[in-house]
C-alpha cells in the first residue's frame, strides 16, 4: 500500500513544470546544481520524502503530525524554511503529503531568476524551436538583433545513442563505435605513422528524416569516421594521438554511394574499439557557441550583446537537449560546442562535419568530458569530398 502512495507523490514530483529526474528519486529544476525540491528515500523503514518547508507551515503541521521533523541530510543555513524528513507511512493525509510537495516546488520556483521561471514556461507549453527562439529574442531584450541571430542559425542533427543489444546493429546503420561496415575494396585505414586508426561512428545519410534541411552534406549514402584522435590505452581516456599538431592526415572519412553492398569488418590487432552504440538521428537548429566563430565576428555585436546572447543561449540549448532527451554531445553539422574555446581548426572557411563526445552508451570517454571535433569545407563535403578533415580535441 505505501509502495503505491510513494509512486503516487513521485508522479506529483515528476509532474511538476521544469523539472528534472536526478539520481534516488531526486527531482530538480531545470537540473541545477543544489537545486532540488524534493528527495525519496524508498528504502528506508518507513519510506520517508526530504522537502523545502516553509517554517510556518512546517509548525502548523506539528502538532497533528509530529513525524514531520528538520532533515539532518542536509547541512546548510536557511531562512524562513527548512528541509524537512517526513514519513510516508499513512500516519499523513494524501492531502497534506502533496501540499509540502507543491510548497516546496513553489519555494524553489519563486528563488529562480527570471530568465530561469521564463524557460519553465517555454517547457510547460511545449513551445516548438522556432517559437522558443522567438520568445526567447524578445525575452533577452534581443529584438533589434533579431534578424542577425536568425541569420546565424544553421541546420544539423544530433546523434542519440542507445545501449548495444545482444545483436549486431544492421549494417549500414548508424551508430557511433563497433566495428565499421566497408566494401570490399577499402582497406581499413592507417596514419602516416603506418599504425591503423580507430573507427569511430558511421553515419546512413538516408536515416536523416525526410524533408530535414541537410545543409552541405551528399544526397544520400554514409559516412565512416576514422581517426587516429581514437587512439586510447586500455586504462586511460585521453587520446594517445601522433606527436606534432594535428593534420587532416589524422583523420579519414568514407563517403559509400551505396551502403547495400558493405560488410561487417573486423578491428585489426593492436587497435582499441568501443562498443556499439546505436544512433538515431534527431534534427535540431545549431546556434553558435562562441564569439569569435567568424559568423559572429562578422557582425560586430559588443562585449553586452554577446552576454545577452549568451544567456538566450543557455535557455535554447537547454530545451534542445530536454526535447532530443540527451545533451548534445554527439552532432553532425550546425556549430562546435567549444569547451576551452574557438579552435583554428574550425577557421578558413570551415565548418563542423562532426563532433563526437565522451558517450556512455559507447564507453568513450574522451579526456574528463571531453570531445573530438572534425571540420571540412562546406562544398568539399557536398560533393563527398572528405580528404581534407581539420580536427581537434578539448575536455574539461
Not at 27 to 51: I, S, Y
Not at 136 to 146: A, F, N
Not at 297 to 324: H, I, K, M, N, P
Request: charged content about 30%; overall charge negative; proline content about 8%.
Amino acid at each position: 500500500m505505501m509502495s503505491g502512495l510513494v509512486e503516487a507523490l513521485v508522479a506529483r514530483c515528476r509532474a511538476k513544470a521544469g523539472v528534472t529526474d536526478g539520481e534516488r528519486d531526486d527531482f530538480k529544476l531545470l537540473d541545477g546544481f543544489l537545486d532540488t525540491f524534493a528527495r525519496f528515500h524508498r528504502d528506508e523503514q518507513p519510506p520517508m520524502v526530504m522537502v523545502r518547508c516553509p517554517d510556518a507551515l512546517r509548525e502548523r503541521l506539528a502538532a497533528d503530525h509530529p513525524g514531520i521533523v528538520v532533515s539532518e541530510r542536509m547541512c546548510w543555513e536557511t531562512e524562513g524554511w527548512a528541509w524537512a524528513d517526513v514519513p510516508i507511512d499513512g500516519s499523513i493525509p494524501v492531502a497534506t503529503l502533496l501540499e509540502l510537495i507543491d510548497e516546496s516546488h513553489t519555494l524553489l520556483h519563486e528563488g529562480l531568476d527570471d530568465s530561469k521561471r521564463f524557460l519553465i514556461e517555454l517547457i510547460a507549453r511545449d513551445a516548438a524551436p522556432a517559437e522558443a527562439l522567438s520568445d526567447l529574442i524578445e525575452h533577452h531584450g534581443l529584438e533589434s538583433r533579431r534578424g542577425e541571430i536568425e541569420s546565424l542559425a544553421r541546420p544539423a542533427f544530433a546523434i542519440v545513442t542507445s545501449a548495444a543489444g545482444d545483436d549486431e546493429p544492421p549494417v549500414g546503420s548508424t551508430r557511433i563505435g563497433g566495428r565499421p561496415d566497408l566494401d570490399d575494396s577499402t582497406e581499413w585505414p592507417r596514419h602516416e605513422d603506418g599504425r591503423p586508426m580507430t573507427f569511430l561512428a558511421q553515419i546512413n545519410l538516408d536515416e536523416l528524416p525526410e524533408g530535414a534541411d541537410r545543409g552541405p552534406l551528399p544526397p544520400r549514402g554514409l559516412l565512416s569516421i576514422f581517426s587516429a584522435w581514437g587512439r586510447q590505452d586500455e586504462d586511460g581516456a585521453d587520446p594517445l594521438p601522433p606527436d606534432g599538431e594535428p593534420t587532416p592526415e589524422w583523420t579519414c572519412i568514407f563517403h559509400f554511394r551505396d551502403p547495400s553492398g558493405l560488410r561487417r569488418r573486423s578491428t585489426p590487432d593492436g587497435v582499441n574499439d568501443f562498443p556499439a552504440a546505436p544512433g538515431v538521428i534527431v534534427p535540431i537548429v545549431s546556434l553558435p557557441q562562441d564569439p569569435e566563430e567568424p559568423d559572429v565576428e562578422a557582425l560586430g555585436w559588443d562585449e553586452a550583446t554577446w552576454d545577452a546572447f549568451s544567456g538566450l543561449l543557455c535557455s535554447y540549448d537547454f530545451l534542445q537537449a530536454r526535447r532530443v532527451g540527451r545533451p548534445l554531445h554527439n552532432q553532425l553539422l550546425g556549430y562546435a560546442s567549444f569547451i576551452q574555446g574557438f579552435d583554428p581548426a574550425a577557421g578558413e572557411g570551415r565548418r563542423l562535419l562532426f563532433q563526437l563526445g565522451s558517450d556512455d552508451e559507447a564507453a568513450m570517454c574522451w579526456g574528463d568530458g571531453g570531445c573530438l571535433y572534425f571540420f571540412a569545407d562546406p562544398e568539399a563535403r557536398a560533393r563527398g569530398d572528405f580528404s581534407r578533415v581539420e580536427s581537434a580535441y578539448q575536455c574539461n
